[in-house]
């Protein structure tokens, strides 16, 4: 039997957690699990109770950015090897470039969830190849 991955969501936008979080309930819920964080803050706090398989970072929030956020996270030990999905709704090459460049992956929103699905699919069986030559 497979075991669900758990899925962080990190976004303000609780519309864009509950849409996202829905379609993968319906269509992926015996594969993936997502845990919503709605802050950077909250972001953390649940990282230190809880390692994901992955992580999806929108930029754009209040307080702390996720800049910020991604910054923390592969600072640290425990979490640096999590992949990280930047999601965006900004459209400007900086960010796509910025988000192409450091994070694993990028998607801009409005989301498609098989999309998405297919990237996080992607990246964990990626993690997965690097984690057995290791």
Known sequence: MM?????LLVDDEKDQVYVIQKAFEKLFSNEYHIISAYS????????????????????????MNGWEVFDKIK???????????????????????????????????????TELKSRIDHLLRKKKRINLQS
């Open 3 to 7: 075991m669900t991955k758990k899925i």
């Open 40 to 63: 950077g803050k909250e972001c953390i706090s649940i990282l230190e109770k809880s390692t994901p398989d992955i992580i999806i970072l929108d930029l754009m929030m209040p307080e």
């Open 75 to 113: 600072a640290h030990n425990m979490w640096k090897t999590v992949p990280i999905i930047i999601l965006t709704a900004r459209t400007d090459g900086f960010a796509e470039h910025a988000a192409g460049s450091i994070a694993d992956d990028f998607i801009k929103k409005p989301v498609d969830v």
